[in-house]
């Protein structure tokens, strides 16, 4: 034993060790969530909780089921790739009750610019314009179809006059 003679405030040292980690233990039981680690490295009730959140988007098919005429139009123009819920925001609660909820015609002056107006980061491809300048004032459905925006040989089915299907 005489290896061990001196060796008392090692114990005391590795005590106190094991002291910290049992706090350690209680603490952690309190203040991690109960069902952590449920199914992996989170919460478990977390996916109960995210699946509660009611659905803001119905998705463009949902839209184009109804409003084939509008689709018919936008996959024949320019904005065959731009989802209608990029442009009329989120609209599950209009697609789920058509009757009751009527969504309103977006701004473009706003809309439209969001997307189009001319800055040193877009690709050089994209089609820019300054709105100001371009449309002096007048609104962007005046003379382009939302749903068909070109204006000339591959303008589609689009009508160019506003509100046109
Ligand atoms: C179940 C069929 C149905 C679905 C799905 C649906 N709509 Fe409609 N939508 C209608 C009907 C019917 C009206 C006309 C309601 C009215 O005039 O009050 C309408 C009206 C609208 C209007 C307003 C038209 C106006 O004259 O102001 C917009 C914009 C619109 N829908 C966009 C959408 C978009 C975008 C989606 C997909 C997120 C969608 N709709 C999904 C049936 C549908
Ligand atoms: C969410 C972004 C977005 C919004 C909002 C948007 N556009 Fe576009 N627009 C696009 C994309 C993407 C294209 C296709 C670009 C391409 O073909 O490379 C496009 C193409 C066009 C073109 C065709 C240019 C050409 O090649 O001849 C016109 C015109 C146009 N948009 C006008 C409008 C108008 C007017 C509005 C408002 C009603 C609008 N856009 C709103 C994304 C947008
Ligand atoms: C007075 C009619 C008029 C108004 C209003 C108008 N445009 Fe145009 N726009 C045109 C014409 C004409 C063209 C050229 C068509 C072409 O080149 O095929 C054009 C072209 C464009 C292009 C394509 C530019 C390119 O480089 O290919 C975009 C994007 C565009 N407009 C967006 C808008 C936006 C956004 C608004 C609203 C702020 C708007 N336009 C308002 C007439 C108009
Ligand atoms: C690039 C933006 C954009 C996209 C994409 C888009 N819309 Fe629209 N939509 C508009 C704007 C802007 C108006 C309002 C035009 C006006 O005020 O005259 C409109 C109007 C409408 C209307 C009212 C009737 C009419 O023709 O004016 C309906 C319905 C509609 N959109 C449905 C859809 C559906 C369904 C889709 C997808 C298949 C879609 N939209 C995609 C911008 C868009």
Redesign the pocket.
């Known amino acids: 034993m005489s290896g061990l003679k001196d060796a008392a405030h090692l114990f005391r040292f590795a005590g106190l060790f094991v002291i910290a980690f049992l706090v350690f233990l209680l603490i952690r039981g309190h203040v991690v969530p109960k069902t952590f680690g449920e199914y992996g490295h989170y919460r478990g009730a977390a996916i109960a909780g995210v699946a509660a959140h009611p659905v803001q988007?119905?998705?463009?098919q949902?839209?184009e089921?109804?409003?084939t005429d509008i689709a018919d139009t936008k996959t024949k123009g320019k904005h065959a790739h731009v989802n209608?819920?990029a442009?009329?925001g989120?609209?599950?609660v209009?697609?789920?009750d058509?009757?009751s909820v009527?969504?309103?015609?977006p701004d473009t002056a706003v809309l439209c610019a969001r997307c189009h107006t001319a800055s040193a980061a877009k690709p050089k491809g994209f089609p820019q314009v300054d709105p100001a300048d371009h449309s002096g004032g007048v609104p962007c459905q005046t003379c382009h179809n939302p749903h068909s925006p070109a204006i000339g040989a591959d303008a589609g089915t689009g009508n160019a006059a506003g509100g046109a299907k």
Do not use: N, Q, V, Y
Not at 102 to 105: D, E, N, Q, R
């Open positions: 988007f119905a998705g463009h949902a839209c089921a109804c409003h209608c819920e442009c009329h989120a609209l599950a209009h697609s789920d058509p009757a009527t969504p309103a015609k």
